[in-house]
């Protein structure tokens, strides 16, 4: 409610896959579901934010008092949360944007030839939270790991490559993280790790959301 710990702070979320169209009727995406993503911003909004909501192609009702902006590709999303990001203190970046599009775009389906294959080739997507720490006014950055191994250690690389206050470090397959309903997840910062053991993502969410209120209050430790 107005109240929560989040009362007054402007959180920008992003949430889902991207997706990068080949032709008219196909694409490149991944398993995001939104579903984390979606969580951290029904529980940000319980505790008082002023939510904005990213989101990919996903299918997941908007939680309740969030301002959602739907999109499709990376560069849909790099726009959307860079016009967002510099009126917001904090961006939670849970999307599973895509590294890579199609070069070209086939304005028509493309068809077979014989039995020969196909080759793609693919241009490198921006990096929108890099593009967001570099704003002059930057928000207090959460990002997202998704890891299929050692999870901790990738996780602390991103942290430092990409510049973030907090990262949340999830490992991914063997039906964890994507698409399902519960996950874990690692909070790693500059001075603390804490584990959050496995759970429903709207609960990762809501002490995810005290962490970030915290870091917000008074830089406390992760
Ligand atoms: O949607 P669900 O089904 O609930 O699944 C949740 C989740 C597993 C997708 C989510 O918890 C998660 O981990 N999201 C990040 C997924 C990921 O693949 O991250 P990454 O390692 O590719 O990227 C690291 C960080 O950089 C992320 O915060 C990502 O949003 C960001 N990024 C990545 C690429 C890019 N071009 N721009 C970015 O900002």
Known sequence: GRGGVLAGRRVLISAGPTFE???PVRFLGNRSSGRMGFAVAEAAAEAGAEVVLVAGPVHLPTPAGVRRIDVRSARQMHAAVLDAAVRSD????????????????????????GDGGLSLELTQNPDI????AD??????????????ENVE???????????????AANQVGGGLGFEVEDNSLTLISADGIRH???????????QL??????????????
């Open 196 to 206: 959050l053991p496995t759970a429903p993502k709207r609960e990762l969410a809501r």
């Open 135 to 148: 704003l002059p006014q930057r928000p207090l950055l959460v990002g997202f790991a998704a890891e299929t």
């Open 21 to 23: 169209d080949i032709d």
């Open 90 to 113: 904090v961006y939670v970046a849970a999307a599973a944007v895509g590294d890579f599009r199609p070069t070209e775009v086939a304005a028509h389906k493309i068809k077979k030839r």
């Open 209 to 222: 959301v005290g962490v970030i209120a915290e870091r917000l209050a008074g830089r406390a430790a992760a």
């Open 153 to 167: 250690a990738y996780a602390r690389a991103k942290l430092e490559r990409k510049r973030l206050d907090l990262i």
């Open 129 to 132: 939270l890099a593009d967001v």
